[in-house]
């Protein structure tokens, strides 16, 4: 399991450059380039969503060794290679904004919601929607249909985590370009949500039956 976090952290780290050219060129409709502060709503998403994206990249990895249905596998394939491309993005704008990438307060402080987001006692499931250990040791395990259906009842649940955290973004963050990525992350995860319903009912399953 390890070697899945390792490849996944490697790829995105390739891309926090990136992420920090992007935010430098792009502009930025709401706050007229101000830094935010470490406690924002701007850091607490950049910060909270790239640990959320970092888990979904790592299950999709999982998924693509378990099997060999073509629109699993790329699906998986998507979903991994643009939530590395935004983790990168998210994490530049930190690197850029001089911020730290690891905060001492709960997840999820930013949204009032750290009382509940605590992973103390989750079983690494940090946030809404997150896999617990044994759910992502459980994935690794299973391969062909089961490993399918189980890829897609995990990720149907943390995309529900994470439009509610980037609708979070967009009510409370004030950097624009921060809060156009995040609007675009509804959007596709969305779409998403919708279209892994379907791929599970063509599998004779549901979302939420894991």
């Known amino acids: ?66 099997t060999d249905d073509e629109a699993v596998r790329r699906l998986a394939y998507d979903i991994a290679q643009t939530q590395a491309n935004q983790r990168g993005m998210l994490l530049g704008w930190l690197d850029l904004w001089e911020l730290p990438k690891v905060s001492s307060d709960p997840p999820m402080t930013w949204m009032g919601m750290g009382d509940r987001a605590s992973g103390k006692d989750a079983d690494g499931a940090l946030m809404p929607g997150m896999a617990t250990n044994a759910e992502m040791e459980r994935l690794g395990s299973l391969s062909g249909k089961a490993a399918e259906v189980f890829y897609l009842q995990l990720m149907t649940d943390h995309h529900q985590g994470g439009v509610h955290m980037a609708q979070g973004c967009v009510s409370a963050c004030e950097v624009g370009v921060e809060k156009r990525l995040a609007r675009g992350m509804v959007e596709a995860q969305e779409s998403e949500i919708a279209l892994m319903a379907r791929m599970l009912e063509e599998r004779g399953a549901e979302a939420g039956e894991s």
Request: no cysteine; glycine share 10%; hydrophobic share 50%.
């Open 1 to 66: 399991m390890r070697k899945f976090g390792l490849i996944a952290g490697a790829a995105a780290t390739v891309l926090v450059a990136a992420g920090a050219i992007t935010f430098a060129v792009a502009g930025d409709e709401g706050s007229s380039g101000t830094v935010p502060a470490a406690d924002s709503a701007d850091a607490g998403f950049a910060r909270d969503m790239a640990v959320h994206h970092q888990q979904a990249v790592e299950m999709s990895y999982i998924v693509r060794d378990r």
